[in-house]
């Protein structure tokens, strides 16, 4: 199924990262065949990183959250329990 909606939001974000005023980044992409890879940088100095990163992860957090009707706690613990899981690539 193809969803115009999202074939612009594809867009605007490829659009959006390649944006010169950039000091932090994360892509995670899920593709329909259940594979999944990420994309993270930043260039910011390391005292930022935690700060940034927590910035990035709330973000993300309160938009699945309310994409999903879900409480952010909800979609927090199954996060936190599927990152025990995963293996970095």
């Known amino acids: 199924m193809e969803d115009p909606q999202f074939e612009e939001l594809q867009e605007r974000a490829a659009e959006a990262v390649t944006g010169d005023e950039l000091v932090s980044v994360y892509a995670g992409l899920v593709r329909e ?19 940034t ?17 879900s409480t952010v ?6 996060a936190a329990e599927r990152a025990e899981q995963m293996q970095l690539r």
């Not at 065949?33 to 700060?51: A, K, P, T």
């Not at 706690?73 to 199954?78: D, S, V």
Request: charged content about 40%.
């Open 33 to 51: 065949d259940g594979q999944h890879e990420y994309y993270f940088g930043n260039d910011v100095e390391d005292e930022e990183l935690r700060e």
């Open 53 to 69: 990163a927590t910035v990035q992860l709330g973000m993300m957090l309160r938009v699945l959250a309310d994409r999903s009707d």
């Open 73 to 78: 706690e909800e979609i927090t613990e199954l």
